[in-house]
């Protein structure tokens, strides 16, 4: 066996002294350092584009902590404006609830402002009566004449002869109809015993009953309930009624 490698040995080195053989070695060896400077170079590249990955990893990884905590913020944020929102909507429901009041209150003084401007257009003998009803020309007392049963019953007498003078103006009529009307609202409201006016209800379109209605100077002798000129109202046994135009 030791033969043999002694022989083996020789025969490589003759080969090795061959000329041909040793060129193709340094082929090889050239080569092969050659492939490790490529290697290198790759594994140098490798490590950048790892060291760059590495960098983007970690930017990302901030830029992520600062979205989580963008969200996070705006999340509050978002509860905060939902809380205020639902704060804003309940004061808006209070304050809408205290307006409804407040036009409640205030629409009593409108109707009584607006029946006052009306009056003061009336014709002169029209005022000139309505101040001796009420006993002074101002509003205090116009609206004091609601509280004497029998002032509302000569302010409906009135206007009823009103209505029935040929040469009326229909719409003064409807400034007194008006004024009726409040009368008997300020009646209905302050009378102590708890007396009240109740409106007779007219049946527009139906046939026209005297027994119930009173029709004014220009209506036909029979025929249908049109409009109504005055309310009419009762308490009790005491009943004015009211006065509608029959066509």
Request: one cysteine or more; hydrophobic letters at 35%.
């Amino acid at each position: 066996m030791g033969d043999i490698q002694n022989s083996l040995r020789r025969i490589l080195c003759e080969l090795l002294k061959d000329a041909e053989v040793q060129e193709d070695i340094k082929k090889i060896v050239r080569k092969d350092k050659e492939q490790e400077k490529e290697f290198q170079k790759k594994i140098e590249q490798l490590e950048k584009e790892k060291e760059a990955l590495h960098h983007q990893l970690e930017e990302a990884k901030i830029e992520c902590e600062r979205l989580h905590y963008n969200c996070n913020k705006l999340e509050k944020e978002k509860v905060d404006l939902e809380r205020e929102k639902k704060e804003m909507q309940s004061s808006k429901e209070e304050l809408d609830k205290r307006l409804q009041v407040q036009k409640k209150e205030f629409e009593p003084f409108e109707e009584i402002y607006e029946v006052w401007q009306g009056i003061s257009k009336l014709e002169k003998s029209q005022k000139s009566y309505l101040k001796g009803l009420c006993g002074s020309w101002d509003i205090k007392s116009f609206i004091a004449l609601g509280k004497d049963k029998s002032g509302i019953k000569q302010l409906w007498s009135f206007i009823k002869d009103e209505i029935m003078n040929s040469n009326r103006k229909i719409e003064n009529i409807r400034i007194l109809a008006k004024f009726f009307d409040l009368c008997i609202s300020v009646y209905n409201s302050t009378n102590i015993r708890k007396e009240r006016y109740e409106k007779i209800e007219v049946a527009i379109g139906k046939e026209f009953d005297s027994r119930r209605y009173i029709k004014t100077s220009e209506s036909i002798v029979n025929g249908v309930i049109r409009e109504v000129v005055l309310n009419g109202y009762y308490i009790q046994d005491d009943v004015m009624k009211p006065i509608v135009i029959v066509r």
